[in-house]
T-cell receptor
Framework: DAGITQSPRHKVTETGTPVTLRCHQTENHRYMYWYRQDPGHGLRLIHYSYGVKDTDKGEVSDGYSVSRSKTEDFLLTLESATSSQTSVYFC?????????????FGEGSWLTVV | AQTVTQSQPEMSVQEAETVTLSCTYDTSESDYYLFWYKQPPSRQMILVIRQEAYKQQNATENRFSVNFQKAAKSFSLKISDSQLGDAAMYFCASRNRDDKIIFGKGTRLHILP
């Protein structure tokens, strides 16, 4: 299994509070992604990173920011959490080349905004 | 824009039978990758099969195979000899040269004993 750790795995927070989810990898992969999974919507890309300090927006980036100061860590921040951000968040990592472009996923972080 | 469409929210198949899950995608690029992922109730994401767009030969992995129609931008997954353990949500995904990876909404597959 790919070395991906998401933290926290479960969190309940109040509307309006900031929340940061962390994705940590031990694979030294260049690419890291944050997705949210909601019923009827599948996995939607929030932000992704193609290197240290190199990030780009995905399909549903409003209300979210990210940072990547080290290869191994990709942080997702909800500046002011809203109930619509209640979701399961998945981190993924990837590399290109002969490894075949496989995407590895973390186990998910369950976030509830009340 | 890069899009992936799975038009079947749910499907059912009898155990030991064959089922095909549909996926269409849209991209302006000629070089890209396509994937099928399986998500069982545990929520773990498991790679089922992968296809490079420049390869004309359809990818196969044991009981899983794809029908890749590049001109039609279609990438269907065929599961042969369906087993109870195949019950899961299946996601189709595409990866372009900008390395953005986009998923479809998924198809929930039920296996009937």
């Amino acid at each position: 299994d790919a070395g991906i750790t998401q933290s926290p795995r479960h969190k309940v927070t109040e509307t309006g509070t900031p929340v940061t989810l962390r994705c940590h990898q031990t694979e030294n992969h260049r690419y890291m992604y944050w997705y949210r999974q909601d019923p009827g919507h599948g996995l939607r890309l929030i932000h992704y990173s193609y290197g240290v300090k190199d990030t780009d927006k995905g399909e549903v980036s409003d209300g979210y920011s990210v940072s990547r100061s080290k290869t191994e860590d990709f942080l997702l921040t909800l500046e002011s959490a809203t109930s619509s951000q209640t979701s399961v968040y998945f981190c993924a990592i990837s590399e290109v080349g002969s490894s075949g472009n496989t995407i590895y996923f973390g186990e998910g972080s369950w976030l509830t905004v009340v | 824009a890069q899009t992936v469409t799975q038009s079947q929210p749910e499907m059912s198949v009898q155990e030991a039978e064959t089922v095909t899950l549909s996926c269409t995608y849209d991209t302006s690029e000629s070089d890209y990758y396509l994937f099928w992922y399986k998500q069982p109730p545990s929520r773990q994401m498991i790679l089922v099969i992968r296809q490079e767009a420049y390869k004309q030969q359809n990818a196969t992995e044991n009981r899983f195979s794809v029908n890749f129609q590049k001109a039609a931008k279609s990438f269907s997954l065929k599961i042969s000899d369906s087993q109870l353990g195949d019950a899961a949500m299946y996601f189709c995904a595409s990866r372009n040269r900008d390395d953005k990876i986009i998923f479809g909404k998924g198809t929930r597959l039920h296996i009937l004993p």
